[in-house]
């Protein structure tokens, strides 16, 4: 391996807002007022967006749901059964300061098999909370297509 690596996929601010619109109206479309994160690959916030009715205490949830999502490349919904009691990762969502989040709502972005970035959302049960992130991730996809 060389010194350096030279790959040009970044997600950026402009590909963070499509997601964050798709994701607010497939929201919208569910009832269910969202709060919603976009990292980028090093898990840095590019865009947050709070619905109106948005919990207050999502807020840090779907920021470190994609935090996660990000820094491990896997959705955040793995981590559910194997961080529990006798998991094999049993205590795992104490880890980073306890931003590591162990379930669902938090997905990897990822594009020619690199994860750019992860979206993470917030507010509604752990399926809606993945639906609307997933929305939005089809949305940056078909925006590429």
Not at 19 to 45: C, P, S, Y
Not at 100 to 112: A, N, Y
Request: hydrophobic share 45%; aromatic share 4%; with cysteine.
């Amino acid at each position: 391996m060389g010194l350096i690596v030279r790959d040009g996929i970044r997600l950026t601010l402009e590909g963070a807002k499509v997601m964050l619109q798709a994701a607010e109206a497939k929201a919208r479309e569910i009832g269910v007022d969202m709060d919603v994160a976009v990292v980028d690959a090093g898990t840095n916030l590019l865009c947050f967006h709070r619905m109106d009715g948005a919990k207050i205490t999502s807020i840090d949830v779907a920021i470190n749901k994609a935090f996660t999502a990000a820094g491990t490349r896997l959705p955040t919904s793995k981590y559910a059964e194997v961080a529990g009691p006798g998991g094999k990762a049993f205590g795992i969502h104490v880890s980073n300061r306890g931003r590591f989040m162990i379930f669902g709502g938090g997905l990897p972005i990822v594009i020619d098999g690199q994860t750019i970035g992860a979206i993470g959302c917030s507010s509604g049960s752990v399926e809606q909370d993945t639906e609307v992130a997933q929305a939005g991730i089809d949305a940056l996809l078909r925006a590429l297509a």
